[in-house]
């Protein structure tokens, strides 16, 4: 029964929430955030538009990731290099619309 559970609590371990430290890494990309209409940092990294949750981070071994509502679903962005971030500020002004 052990290895029916294991790839499943992996999977879910595996894509935590970002934690402050790593979201300090991203203070530049938090302010650029901040600077967009309509949001509310509800908490560090987690923002809200109006009120439904709107963005969040991730971090796993493969990096940091962004989540960012589109419609009814969320979309998994990287956020580990300029252009990255570059297309994340894009999508979420893009969701703003």
Partial sequence: MGSILEPTWVMFS?????SAETLQQLSDLLDQIRQRQGLKEKKLGIFY??????????????GIFADVRSGDQFRRYSVNT???RHALLTAIDRALK
């Fill in 82 to 84: 300029t252009k990255e």
């Fill in 49 to 62: 538009n109006k009120s439904r949750s709107f963005l969040h981070f991730h971090e796993d071994p493969n």
């Fill in 14 to 18: 595996r894509m935590k929430h970002a």
